[in-house]
């Protein structure tokens, strides 16, 4: 298995990005530049000794030996080592709402990034327990399958995005049938489904899925983020409106989370600024009979950082020693 100890030291790799957009604005705004000097080939005879390949290799070496160093931090680790391990716990799989309303900031920072702070605490609070994640909009999809690698739970936490469902929409009724497939066949107990939602725009549906649910054991609990006043929805340069171009508000529909988690046998929660929610969850975790599941997990990681860094540290030598004067036998750029 190839993990990232630091996936969180990853987020630098985004600067290569803009910089070589500036090294690519810089290269032909020069080059722009000497045109309007003169001609180009006789302008370029004044510097008879500089070599726009040369330039341009020293740029990438830099920005190779960038990412190499970045990557280093991460710490890339290889798992070396199975083994059996029997636990004692439930199963809990956790529905996350990732349409366009849980970019809506009533809840700061937002409502998607206040629910994964949520979930990540809550990871934090897990001991024996399998945990696994779904996501949905207008469609539901399974992140993760149930694990007890919470190193890898939080891996996929951190990629989850509003763009990972391409069609809007709250479906809760597939997450939930979702949720009912993620468990293992044939145990009535033991399972406990989290869904983390606003609520807003939910397609229907959802009486027959939790009916079924509850007649395979799984408890049900809701929690909403949001407020019911209503907030605008980010989008690219604006805000979502309507028709006739009003600003459309996203409302949390608490009413219908408590509904869904009273016929679910569960509870309903609201997601607010505070971090007592994830106790208070787990209280009532506990009251969930345990069971006792065999898992093979990688025990043992062998870090790999130390190669990320020496490749960095030979492109850097490279670069340093790589002239930007053009060779005796260089062809033209």
């Given at each position: 298995?190839?993990?990232?100890?630091?996936?969180?030291?990853?987020?630098?790799?985004?600067?290569?990005?803009?910089?070589?957009?500036?090294?690519?604005?810089?290269?032909?705004?020069?080059?722009?530049?000497?045109?309007?000097?003169?001609n180009t080939s006789l302008v370029l005879q004044l510097i008879p000794d500089?070599?726009?390949?040369?330039?341009?290799?020293?740029?990438?070496?830099?920005?190779?030996?960038?990412?190499?160093?970045?990557?280093?931090?991460?710490?890339?680790?290889?798992?070396?080592?199975?083994?059996?391990?029997k636990r004692q716990g439930i199963d809990v799989m956790i529905a996350l709402d990732v349409s366009n309303s849980m970019m809506s900031d009533d809840v700061k920072p937002s409502r998607l990034d206040r629910a994964k702070?949520?979930?990540s605490n809550f990871i934090d609070?897990?001991?024996?327990?399998?945990?696994?994640?779904?996501?949905?909009?207008?469609?539901?999809?399974?992140?993760?399958?149930?694990?007890?690698?919470?190193?890898?739970?939080?891996?996929?936490?951190?990629?989850?995005?509003?763009?990972?469902?391409?069609s809007q929409g709250t479906n809760i009724a597939e997450a939930i049938e979702l949720a009912n497939q993620g468990f293992p066949e044939g145990d009535k107990e033991h399972k406990a489904l989290i869904i983390i939602t606003d609520g807003e725009d939910n397609e229907g549906g959802v009486d027959e899925k939790i009916s079924d649910a509850v007649k395979q054991g799984t408890?049900?609990?809701?929690?909403?983020?949001?407020?019911?006043?209503?907030?605008?929805?980010?989008m690219e340069s604006d805000f979502k409106r309507d028709e006739d171009g009003n600003i459309v508000l996203?409302?949390?529909?608490?009413?219908m989370l408590k509904e869904i988690a009273a016929k679910g046998n569960g509870k309903f929660?609201?997601?607010?600024?505070?971090?007592?929610?994830?106790?208070?969850?787990?209280?009532?975790?506990?009251?969930?009979?345990?069971?006792?599941?065999?898992?093979?997990?990688?025990?043992?990681?062998?870090d790999q950082f130390q190669w990320c860094l020496g490749i960095a540290a030979i492109l850097l030598f490279a670069e340093w020693w790589l002239s930007e004067r053009k060779s005796k036998f260089s062809i033209k750029f």
């Open positions: 298995m190839f993990r990232f100890e630091h996936i969180e030291y990853l987020w630098p790799l985004f600067a290569v990005i803009p910089i070589a957009g500036l090294f690519i604005f810089f290269f032909l705004w020069r080059k722009n530049a000497i045109r309007k000097f003169g500089f070599s726009n390949r040369k330039h341009v290799t020293k740029f990438i070496l830099l920005s190779l030996a960038y990412i190499f160093i970045v990557l280093g931090f991460a710490n890339p680790q290889i798992g070396t080592k199975q083994e059996l391990v702070n949520f979930i609070q897990l001991n024996n327990d399998r945990l696994g994640m779904i996501v949905f909009a207008g469609k539901a999809y399974m992140q993760m399958p149930l694990t007890v690698d919470y190193s890898a739970a939080r891996m996929y936490l951190h990629t989850i995005n509003t763009n990972m469902v391409p408890k049900i609990y809701t929690l909403g983020v949001g407020s019911e006043n209503g907030s605008p929805i980010p996203s409302k949390l529909n608490q009413q929660f609201m997601l607010g600024s505070g971090g007592d929610e994830v106790e208070v969850l787990m209280k009532e975790l506990k009251g969930i009979s345990t069971k006792q599941f065999e898992e093979m997990i990688f025990t043992d990681f062998a």
